[in-house]
């Protein structure tokens, strides 16, 4: 099977790269093995002009095969890997002809360093063109020259800012920063090539900014990167967690200044020694895990109907709403309804918010959003999305007169955290079309949605909403309609053991702060003060009745924690919880709370608040140990009761609903690395008489 093809018409040459065994163009055993064929081809005979290009539709090249890195073990091996692909690259560096990459669409990791390689880059204006080095992300840096090429291409502060983040940019963005020479047109091409071909072959480039040669202005300049780097990253070992940041950081220093070839050489041993690290494993594990969610079959068989999806009706304009309003606004008009003038207007604002970035607004995606303050629209309305307040009674009637508007064919779903989407069913003559769709908060961010089948849903429509939440970038995790689902369910009896922790003595600065060191966003105590206290107190009384009948300490708060719901202590909204709050920003620790938990005391050190009590201090192990054994025990009665019916997309709904660390590969992935002896002994210690089945970690070891 041919992948790459090479066509020659008078003194231009063309390599073509188009995959028919896959969707996207991908650097692996066959495409390099035919490229290093088609090279020797064009080192004995070369042309005047070569260009690289994609028969893929939205695909230049997607990157090296993960598969190739998921599966090396041996550090000279990956290190081998890496250095075919930089000689690859450099064999089109050094071609006495005019090389240019054609790119339109994708053109990632390295496929953006065999595209370094040419003397210009040609981005193609399109939607799908972006261009990135997003290596950092699956824990590796670039090993095919991308590290030695960048900085030549864009200057070193642009080309270590895109190295580190991984982040994307635009055929217009890579026009302006150099990365690309020319934007075309799609219906220009080649006049872009005829252009660069007559510009001649590019010598040698500048090295910017010149007074990096300098070695006090290096120092400050790699001291200050790693300054920003770590800031994000405060409260983790970040050379265990993320081997890559570190070793990426210290590469380029290194490499400032000195022959490209032992640049060559060190970024090859560099990536050889980070292939191997379970941090890379495990974060390739989780792409793939986002990847699964997004092309499972559900979202397969729906794609068509939301092909033709043009509409959206979002009702309620609050926080929620109005994120999946601007989420939705991604592909649709999007008619934002609310019942008065003053909360629409507050959602609107919050949506402008929403829509600028690094002082640009996108003013085309805002445009598609329409506020509403009656039934008008909703005829044409292809999806009616409800984000109201969470009341059965409410949401049924809301049903009921959406239903006398809407045609027949139109999908109603609810963003409910915890109601039966049944209930909402009761004598509707729509119901099979009623499903929930959870959007987790903030919703423009947070990856993950579940979606929920009631009784009387059909299949048809769980189909074209997995479908239709893949299409605006989610990943949609099926789940059964039962109490809490899935991740709010598994996350009360993390939240109730960080308490009981507390209340035992230990700090809740050292309890979130042992939370955030394993590699969880934030603190299980942040974590309530964020939600909001009396959220997290009638979620799980409501779990508690429906669930914990036999064991209600699964779920339930404990007294003193609803003394500060009816004391007014909700956290963030109200300024005070466990901490105190201003504009959004966690303060110090809340003074008031030796009145609600017994056995404390409260001191001043230097007027900073603490609390204190006579009770040694938990490690970090065992403080993390606590919170996260009742988590692992509800998943797996989870996992038995069928609320969700695959292991590995439970282990992908914690790791994009909640922020469990991608560096530990999941919840069932960091379990099935404990001796079983000791997991079973912490799970008795635990004293949940729940479904526990072990075997099931079996499948997440290596």
Known sequence: MEVVTLTQQGSEARLHFARTDKSVNVLDELCISQLETHLDRLEKSPPKTLVLESGISGCFIAGADLEIIAAVTDQKEATRLAERGQSLCRRIEVLPCVSIALVHGACMGGGLEVALACDYIVAVEGKKTQLALPEIKIGIHPGFGGCIRLPKRIGWMKAVEMILSGSAVDAGRAKRIGLAALVAQPEL????????????????????????????????????????????????????????????????????????????????????????????????????????????????????????????AVYGAGVMGGGIAWVAAKTMAVDLHEVAAEPLARGMQGIGRLATRRGRTDHARLSRIRPVLDSSGLADADVVIEAVVEDIKVKRNLWLEVGKHVSKQALLLSNTSSLAVSDMQKRRANAGRIAGLHFFNPAPKMPLVEVIAGEKTTTE???????????????????????????????????????????????????????????????????????????????????????????????????????????????????????????????????????????????????????????????????????????????????????????VHLDAAFIYGIGFPPFRGGLLRYFSGFERSDLKAKIEKAGYDLPVNLEVLDGFIG
């Open 461 to 647: 429509t769980i189909d074209t909403t997995c479908a239709l939440a893949a299409s605006w970038g989610k990943y949609p995790i099926i789940v059964a309609d039962r109490p809490g689902f899935l991740v709010n369910r598994c996350l009360m009896p993390f939240m109730v053991a960080a308490l009981k922790l507390i209340e035992t003595g230990q700090k809740p600065e050292h309890v979130d702060g042992a939370l955030k060191n394993f590699g969880m966003p934030m603190g299980a105590i942040e974590l309530a003060d964020r939600v909001g206290l009396d959220i997290c107190f009638h979620v799980g009384a409501h779990l508690g009745e429906t669930l914990g009948a036999e064991q209600p300490e699964r779920f339930a708060m404990p007294q003193w924690f609803g003394s500060m719901v009816s004391d007014g202590l909700l956290g963030e909204k109200s300024g005070k919880g466990f901490f105190s709050y201003e504009k959004g920003k966690q303060g110090a620790l809340n003074a008031e709370l030796g009145n609600y938990l017994p056995g404390f005391r409260f001191r001043e050190h230097e007027s900073d608040a603490d609390i204190s009590v006579e009770s040694s201090t938990l490690s970090n192990r065992s403080v993390v140990d606590a919170c996260l054994i009742p988590m692992l025990i509800e998943a797996l009665a989870c996992l038995h009761e069928k609320v969700v019916d695959d292991p």
């Open 189 to 312: 091409q080649g006049k872009a090539i005829a252009y660069l071909a007559e510009k001649g072959k590019v010598k040698a480039r500048k090295f910017a900014p010149w007074w990096l040669r300098l070695w006090p202005a290096k120092a400050l300049f790699f001291q200050q990167v790693e300054k920003r780097t770590y800031a994000r990253l405060q409260h983790i070992e970040v050379a265990t967690a993320y081997p890559a940041i570190p070793a990426v950081i210290t590469l380029l220093k290194e490499i400032v200044g000195i022959p490209d070839g032992l640049a060559l050489a060190r970024e090859a041993e560099s990536l050889g020694k980070l292939a191997v690290t379970p941090t890379c494993k495990n974060l390739i594990r989780v792409f793939h895990l986002g990847d699964s969610l997004k092309k499972q079959p559900a979202a397969a068989r729906g794609r068509e109907a939301v092909a033709g999806f043009k509409k959206t």
